[in-house]
């Protein structure tokens, strides 16, 4: 050990404690007093030994009062103090690995509790992938590249297609993609997952022509005046395409997982809910939890009544199975349930109809997958048995729908004590929203919508700019009491599970790549601190870990991220730009910048 380091760090510590630094930053930096008010904390009675110990921070805890601190130390994956430098001191010997911060910020690790990590690792690496931006001409020619490439007869994976193309002079059609290739079956799925875009190949292929009736939840579209399909199918019919695609192998989907936890991990995500994880799903994450490879904490939503990703027998067996599939890293005991479709496509059910058209008419409401008979029947008998359920309801009707289920559930069964979620929470009728706390019922956002986007201009199209302007009521629902999470949906409607700008959306509604002006009801516009909780300890809540991970807190999981920039001290149309220095999970780093 050097004297200068000696030197500097007896006087950044204290007199009597000599440590360095063994990785990360180096230097000597003397303790710099945070600008935000800081509430020191006491370290333990007993004084243990830190594997590691960061020190000169700012530390956002997310506890409680929403302390700042200065240092952490960390022993066996755990939190074993928070405080001041010298509190954490105490923890230090010469076996410490000790971090300087330098003043920079540091707090929970994000929770995403609602991303679909095996189908991003498929598409980025097994598919022919693009991002939903591109124009119909872009796509043709992504996928000449793609056909170029691929051997004779074997299917063309990708996506994704904007949903928003629906409503343009250039819709998906199946003669569009034939003009690209007659001997290759062509599936692509659009930017919502609720739609695919098919050529002739594959729709005959799969057996889909004029006879085809409409699935229960599905929608097979068709030519005007005409039986002839488009090559266009929505929810159910898509849906029941998947399962019949040509399967990857074990490794692969390994891969597939471990590609898509890397990409999550850089943007600061520690804990994940998987919004629907089917049997190859299962067996990775067992896989990888088991071998030391999973680089986060996650929770699967086995999927109920889909059969898109397994057959009705197996979604049984995998519920049947779901503790054989559990780890310490891994939380099966959640179920995800798909009640309507999306306000673009009017397969979101309302309670007042659609704008007007020819194929529709003037009083269309949209329709749900499951009759509120049925819905009440699944709910009551998942919560009597243990399973959390997650359920996907875009319109009011079907929020209002899935509230009475649950209160269904709740006569029949008791106070379960588990939190079911609303998936989206995007279009609630203002009598729905009490309804939320008073039932136990959580609020899953989808932030990276909540700004002036192209997905708004279309659900203005469909539904009226009044009440396409009256989406996302986050304000309404904290002011409630309602507990919200947030929920990438990566990569299904975004591009990118970066949840940066979509915590800069929440707090200004507007656009914060700066594309499209305005701004989206200003008046659900909610503060920092409150969305920042939402990202981190109300997921940890939702995920069944909030005693042992969501903030920085003795006794939990050292799971934190360390910030380029304080968040709570610069410009809000400046938080989109945040960058990760580093990530934990469990007191080991599983992301670092080059």
């Not at 991990?265 to 629907?276: H, P």
């Not at 509120?372 to 209002?400: E, S």
């Not at 909540?450 to 302007?469: D, H, I, T």
Request: hydrophobic share 40%; net charge negative; charged share 25%.
């Amino acid at each position: 050990m050097t004297s200068r380091k000696k030197l500097c760090f007896a006087r950044a510590l204290s007199p009597t404690l000599i440590v360095f630094l063994t990785t990360g930053l180096t230097g000597c930096n003397q303790e710099q007093a945070p600008d935000t008010p800081v509430a020191e904390t006491t370290a333990p009675a007993e004084q243990l030994p830190a594997d590691s110990a960061y020190l000169n921070g700012r530390i956002y805890t997310v506890d409680s009062n929403n302390t700042w601190a200065r240092a952490i130390a960390i022993a066996d994956g755990r939190i074993i103090a928070v405080g001041s430098n010298a509190d954490i001191a105490r923890h230090v010997d010469d076996d410490t690995r000790v971090f300087n911060l330098r003043g920079k910020m540091l707090m929970p690790g994000i929770h995403d509790m609602h991303v679909h990590p095996m189908q991003a690792g498929e598409k980025y690496n097994f598919q022919c992938g693009f991002p939903f931006t591109l124009t119909v001409k872009e796509i043709v020619k992504t996928l000449k590249d793609c056909a170029a490439n691929t051997p004779e007869g074997e299917w063309i994976r990708g996506g994704q297609w904007a949903m928003e193309l629906m409503e343009s002079d250039t819709a998906p059609h199946r003669k569009i993609l034939d003009a690209v290739t007659t001997t290759h079956p062509i599936y692509l799925g659009d930017s919502t997952v609720h739609g695919a875009w098919l050529n002739s190949k594959a729709l005959d292929v799969l057996g889909i022509n004029g006879d085809t009736v409409d699935p229960d939840g599905g929608v097979i579209v068709r030519e005007p005046n005409s039986r002839e399909p488009t090559g266009v199918l929505i929810d159910k019919a898509a849906y029941n395409v998947l399962q019949r695609l040509p399967e990857y192998t074990r490794e692969e989907y390994e891969t597939a997982l471990v590609w898509a936890m890397d990409r999550l991990n850089q943007v600061g995500v520690t804990t994940i809910k998987d919004a629907i994880a089917g049997s190859h799903s299962l067996k990775a994450y067992k896989a990888l939890n088991d071998s030391g490879r999973l680089s986060m904490k996650v929770s699967t939503s086995l999927p109920w009544k889909m059969s898109w990703t397994d057959s009705r027998a197996q979604e049984l067996e995998n519920i049947r199975l779901r503790d054989n599939y559990a780890g310490t890293r891994v939380n099966t005991g959640f179920v995800k349930i798909m009640l309507d479709g999306i306000p673009p496509a009017r397969t979101s059910a309302m309670l007042e109809p659609y704008r007007p058209d020819k194929k529709h008419g003037d009083m269309f409401l949209g329709k749900l997958i499951h009759a509120p008979q049925i819905l009440q029947q699944d709910i009551t008998d998942l919560d009597a048995r243990g399973l959390t359920v997650k359920i996907h309801a875009t319109g009011d009707r079907a929020v209002r729908v899935t509230l009475d289920a649950i209160e269904s559930a709740r006569k029949e069964n008791g106070n379960s004590g588990l939190l079911h979620e609303i998936s989206h929470a995007e279009l609630i009728h203002p009598d729905d929203i009490p309804r939320f706390k008073e039932l136990n019922v959580i609020a899953e956002l989808s932030p990276i919508l909540w700004y002036p986007s192209p997905l708004v201009e279309v659900m203005a199209q469909v539904m009226g700019e009044e009440r396409a302007g009256k989406f996302w009521p986050i304000k309404s629902l904290q002011d409630a009491g309602t507990l919200m999470i947030y929920g990438s949906d990566w990569p299904s409607v975004v591009p990118d599970p970066n949840p940066w700008p979509g915590i800069e959306a929440m707090i200004s509604r507007k656009d914060p790549y700066g594309i499209r002006p305005g701004v989206l009801w200003p008046e659900q516009s909610i503060d920092l601190a409150t969305v920042i909780r939402i990202f981190t300890v109300n997921g940890a809540v939702a995920a069944k870990r909030e005693h042992e991970t969501g903030s920085i807190e003795v006794g939990k999981s050292a799971d934190f991220i360390v910030l380029d920039q304080n968040i709570f001290e610069i410009a809000v149309d400046k938080i989109s730009e945040t960058k990760i220095l580093s990530t934990l999970v469990s007191g080991v780093e599983v992301y670092k910048p080059d």
